[in-house]
């Protein structure tokens, strides 16, 4: 008979921006895998650990956790599947438990973002929660006012770093740039009181945290592109509500976020930022959006506005791929596969 079992109890999954309901899917997500390893793992015993807020630095966690296997059996009756669905799951690669599962000859497969059962709720969340917007809602303005736009909250590294470089590169005012007060006293200037009214009862920066939509539409309409800093740059796997809603909202976008992101992107079957710009450097390196970002501030706007018009029929496609993981069964997740070639047909932007 084959036994699943978890660290810790059901209860102790949470999330802070309780609106948002994202406990809830974390809760749903670790029970279908916990139904799918019955069926069809060959092992005898199954440990399932959800590492979200999984602090596995402690020894007061991760000890009981070693004893427990250690208990039930060699490493030929236990498997271990590591599952993450909200934060990334590249640390874990780095930790003391890691390397002593591997060291004992432990079996280990990663379940959501993570290198062996790529699977994410996430885009089929967003989808569900905005179907009552009709998708011409989102198209660009003929005379829209921002080249881009780059929504900011927490000030991680990457995302100071980045908005540093469009300040020195002069790209400031091509844009609409958010970032937590305090920091930037030109983007405090242009954006800093800007959607007070949206706030949770999370009031630990001061943007307010917008999980589940595009934002402010008037704002959306405005702007040509969206510039995506992902919440982790050194996670190749992770892919946030950030980069969905540019593909929900058709828009072409430019991410600042490990090179990984963009290989889960192709193959979900997505046209990435390498295809909607025709340009192979669109690496997710802070510099390689700085270099496009410059030359299409220097576009006039109908330039742009008919870049966007050629774009569009990949535009489209790409959240037509969103509807599509939407209607997809959400019970069935290893070896969740979403991939399909890219429609040939469809011109590429230049």
């Known amino acids: 008979m084959k036994t699943v079992h978890e660290p810790w109890p059901s209860d102790k999954i949470f999330y ?12 749903e997500f670790i029970d279908n895998i916990k139904r799918e390893v019955v069926k069809i793992s060959n092992y005898q015993t199954n440990l399932v650990i959800n590492i979200t807020w999984f602090d596995a630095w402690d020894p007061k966690i991760t000890d009981p956790i070693q004893e427990w296997v250690l ?5 030929e009756h236990i498997k271990v599947w590591i599952c993450g669905s909200v934060d990334g799951t590249d640390w874990f690669t780095h930790v003391p438990l890691y ?6 000859g432990y079996k280990l497969e990663f379940v959501g973002f993570g290198p062996d059962h790529w699977y994410s709720w996430i885009p089929a969340w967003l989808a569900s929660n905005n179907k009552h917007i009709p998708e011409q809602e989102y198209y660009l303005n003929s005379d829209f006012k921002n080249v881009y736009l780059c929504y900011n909250r927490k000030p991680r590294e990457n995302r100071i770093e980045l908005v540093n470089k469009l300040i020195s590169n002069n790209l400031l005012d091509y844009g609409w740039v958010t970032f937590d007060r305090g920091h930037f006293p030109e983007v405090d200037k242009r954006t800093g009181e800007t959607d007070q009214d949206k706030h949770t009862s999370d009031l630990r920066w001061s943007r307010p945290e917008d999980l589940m939509s595009c934002g402010d539409l008037n704002v959306w309409r405005d702007c040509y592109s969206v510039v995506v800093t992902e919440t982790e740059w050194s996670d190749p796997w992770q892919l946030s509500e950030k980069t969905w809603k540019p593909i ?4 072409p976008f430019l991410l600042n976020s490990h090179s990984g992101v963009t290989k889960v992107l192709s193959k979900l079957g997505l046209y990435t930022p390498a295809d909607l710009f025709e340009n192979v450097n669109l690496n997710g390196s802070i510099a390689s959006v700085v270099t496009q970002l410059t030359v299409l501030s220097l576009k006039p ?44 047909s469809v011109p590429v932007a230049s």
């Open 71 to 75: 208990t039930f059996g060699r490493p």
């Open 99 to 104: 390397k002593w599962f591997n060291e004992n």
């Open 301 to 344: 706007k109908e330039e742009l506005y008919a870049l966007w018009l050629k774009q569009l029929p990949m535009l489209k496609y790409n959240r037509q791929r969103i509807l599509e993981i939407e209607a997809q069964d959400p019970n069935l997740i290893l070896n969740w596969c979403q991939a399909r070639p890219k429609p040939h």
């Open 248 to 251: 929900l909202g058709l828009r």
């Open 16 to 27: 802070s921006a309780e609106p948002h309901s994202i406990g809830i899917k974390e809760r």
